[in-house]
């Protein structure tokens, strides 16, 4: 089974950047999803094992961009003109190679907080 591992998380204001990082034991396709309290976790981005195809929720594009370094397994999710709606635990999963589901199990996750 894939395992993954996420880091990155912090506290940052409005406006401001972080980036969040996905390694995986092999070279899978993997998306981030997120988690805040009394809610359900919710789609926020994917991307293909070889990098070539992406998918985004409508309310981060223009501002998350999800990338892959293959040479070290690792997801990267860089995170831009943040808001304090994007406040919420961020988890990476392994996908499906069409990003239209998540087949494997959750990571730890890690909390990002923006505050306004």
């Known amino acids: 089974q894939v395992q993954l591992v996420e880091s990155g998380g912090g506290s940052v204001q409005a406006g401001g950047s972080l980036r969040l990082s996905c390694e995986a034991s092999?070279?899978?396709?993997v998306g981030w999803y997120r988690q805040t309290a009394g809610k359900e976790r919710e789609f926020v981005s994917a991307?293909?094992?070889?990098?070539?195809?992406?998918r985004y929720v409508e309310s981060v594009k223009g501002r998350f961009t999800i990338s892959r370094d293959n040479v070290k397994n690792t997801v990267y999710l860089q995170m831009d003109k943040l808001k304090p709606e994007d406040t919420a635990v961020y988890y990476c999963?392994?996908?499906?190679?069409?990003?239209?589901?998540?087949?494997?199990?959750w990571g730890q996750g890690t909390q990002v907080t923006v505050s306004s």
């Open positions: 991307i293909n094992s070889h990098g070539g195809s992406t």
């Open positions: 999963s392994r996908m499906s190679s069409t990003l239209n589901s998540r087949v494997g199990s």
């Open positions: 092999e070279r899978t396709s």
